[in-house]
T-cell receptor, first 116, second 114 residues
Framework: EAGVAQSPRYKIIEKRQSVAFWCNPISGHATLYWYQQILGQGPKLLIQFQNNGVVDDSQLPKDRFSAERLKGVDSTLKIQPAKLEDSAVYLC??????????????FGEGSRLTVL | AQKITQTQPGMFVQEKEAVTLDCTYDTSDPSYGLFWYKQPSSGEMIFLIYQGSYDQQNATEGRYSLNFQKARKSANLVISASQLGDSAMYFCAMTTGANSKLTFGKGITLSVRP
């Protein structure tokens, strides 16, 4: 079974530029998550989708971050304009059971963003 | 709101020995789940073990076991017979209620010495 796919793995941009990350979850997984992991910290949830609807985006900086999950499958996370503090690894995860305590999350390898 | 606390500095263990990684949590929800994930240098988060708040017995998965002490609100991970490949960051995380959203601690670095 293929895992969660993310691209690009690495991206370097200058501040005020824009960047987009792509995620393809495990086939059949209805729930998709984007996490931000700053160096030395644990991942922080940015947004959670159930199929193509948003369940939780309370920690998404909506003035610069946007995310969509068209057709309830793959998803794109965009940052525009980027700031220095956006340097982090952006992790995508998916789960089959989005509303269960035992719904294990499967993570991709992440996209590492460096903003100069 | 839920909170996970991991305060240990970097941990070192000799190969083949056991090691305990500490985790405390806080939530007012009586229904919650506790998870441990491993993050090697490649960056991927790997699920290790799960413990539900109503589970009577401590969870075990191969060399991993979770020492669940509900009254103390602790969920320590025990790795038996450490291997060099166990060197990684380890994160404790939790969900509460019916939502599968994970809240993570800041993690612990484990280094296994040959």
């Amino acid at each position: 079974e293929a895992g969660v796919a993310q691209s690009p793995r690495y991206k370097i941009i200058e501040k005020r530029q824009s960047v987009a990350f792509w995620c393809n979850p495990i086939s059949g997984h209805a729930t998709l998550y984007w996490y931000q992991q700053i160096l030395g910290q644990g991942p922080k949830l940015l947004i959670q989708f159930q199929n193509n609807g948003v369940v939780d985006d309370s920690q998404l900086p909506k003035d610069r971050f946007s995310a969509e999950r068209l057709k309830g499958v793959d998803s794109t996370l965009k940052i525009q304009p980027a700031k220095l503090e956006d340097s982090a690894v952006y992790l995508c995860a998916s789960s089959f059971l989005g509303t269960s305590l035992t719904g294990e999350l499967f993570f991709g390898e992440g996209s590492r963003l460096t903003v100069l | 709101a839920q909170k996970i606390t991991q305060t240990q500095p970097g941990m070192f263990v000799q190969e083949k020995e056991a090691v305990t990684l500490d985790c405390t949590y806080d939530t007012s929800d009586p229904s919650y789940g506790l998870f441990w994930y491993k993050q090697p240098s490649s960056g991927e988060m790997i699920f290790l073990i799960y413990q539900g708040s109503y589970d009577q017995q401590n969870a075990t998965e191969g060399r991993y076991s979770l020492n669940f002490q509900k009254a103390r609100k602790s969920a320590n991970l025990v790795i038996s017979a450490s291997q060099l490949g166990d060197s990684a960051m380890y994160f404790c995380a939790m969900t509460t209620g019916a939502n599968s959203k994970l809240t993570f601690g800041k993690g612990i670095t484990l280094s296994v010495r040959p």
